[in-house]
């Protein structure tokens, strides 16, 4: 059994098709919203199919990795077309921040100390403006280093949950310190599975599809991956093309159809936790328990985000329970 939106391997696909299902590792720049962001990233894609592909479909949206405020800058993963469907997969993971702590005075010598008690798990309520119910909650911070010190100034490295609002940090560091600090300037430098170390400007993006028309996409295919590389920290289960296209009209996987599992390392960890995008954006129940992963053909090609409900080696019953269909 086959289905004709089953897409080809993610090298294979031309450049219409990489719009109709990529990512953009996104470098926000300080100014217009996550939303605007999105909204231009939306439009310019749908002109440049219409002269690519006038025959085929236009994209359904795009989907950011959680919101940054206007002012905030840094590493915004935006998927486009049906891969907006795999939004939530930036809620599995963790994010990473350089920011700005400016203290109301002069901090203590030992300033390194009070940072570091901040790693761990922590307890914060969500701001007045968050997106969010304003209750307590706890979120963890893997690390928390002091970059640099400077009179009433210091440079914070900040690696945690999704779901942490580094301003109310800031706001508890400067009241450890003793002195009183609020958050100055933010960037964000990694988002799971994305960092700052391959990111792509709103030009970039811009230059890429003006590039394309024209008859050259080599460029367009540096600045739009495959979407399958924003499910790159979770379970991939393979299952065979008959298993797919059945989850194609909505079907869940059972164990005929797997083909293989690989798991990566970490998986499973905070199972049951609320997750929220951060500064801004809904929260997110994760079933207790239940791992999300990703299913691909033999190809690499991605099909479905589901919670893995049974054992993969078994030889009967339910294995993944659809969260997503991704064709």
Request: aromatic share 4%; hydrophobic share 40%; net charge negative.
């Given at each position: 059994m086959?289905?004709?939106?089953l ?58 990795s ?5 002012k ?14 795999a ?5 599995e ?31 914060q ?11 307590l ?5 893997h ?29 508890d ?17 990694a ?5 700052d ?16 028309r ?14 399958e ?29 797997v ?10 960890a ?39 409900v ?18």
């Open positions: 086959t289905d004709d939106r897409r080809a391997a993610p090298a294979d696909r031309t450049a219409a098709e990489r719009l109709r299902f990529g990512v953009v590792n996104l470098d926000k720049p300080a100014g217009p919203t996550s939303h605007q962001v999105a909204a231009w990233i939306r439009e310019e894609i749908a002109e440049t199919l219409a002269e690519l592909d006038p025959e085929g479909s236009s994209i359904d949206g795009v989907a950011h959680g919101t940054l405020d206007p905030v800058t840094g590493c915004l993963p935006t998927l486009v077309g049906t891969a907006r469907r939004a939530r997969v930036f809620l993971g963790e994010k990473e921040y350089v920011a700005e702590l400016e203290f109301h005075d002069v901090p203590p010598a030992d300033l390194e100390t009070i940072v570091a008690d901040f790693e761990g798990e922590i307890y309520k969500p701001p007045r403006k968050s997106a969010v119910t304003r209750r909650r706890t979120r963890r911070i690390a928390l280093d002091l970059l640099e010190r400077e009179d009433r100034r210091g440079l914070l490295r900040i690696r945690c949950e999704s779901g942490t609002y580094v301003r109310k940090l800031c706001h560091l400067g009241l450890a310190a003793g002195t009183g600090g609020h958050m100055g300037a933010l960037r964000r430098t988002t799971d599975p994305f960092d170390t391959d990111l792509h400007t709103l030009q970039d993006l811009w230059d890429a599809l003006a590039w394309a024209e008859g050259d996409d080599s460029y367009l295919r540096e600045v739009v991956r495959p979407g590389d924003a499910l790159s920290h979770l379970p991939a289960v393979t299952i065979a093309p008959s298993a797919a296209a059945n989850v194609a009209t909505g079907a869940p996987v059972y164990a005929p159809g083909i293989d599992v690989e798991f990566v390392s970490g998986d499973g905070e199972l049951g936790a609320e997750h929220d995008a951060g500064d801004g954006g809904d929260a997110v129940p994760h079933p207790e328990g239940r791992p999300l992963v990703a299913c691909y053909l033999p190809n690499g090609s991605a099909v479905c985000l589901g919670t893995l049974g054992d993969p080696a078994a030889e009967e019953g339910l294995v993944v329970d659809l969260e997503r269909v991704l064709v």
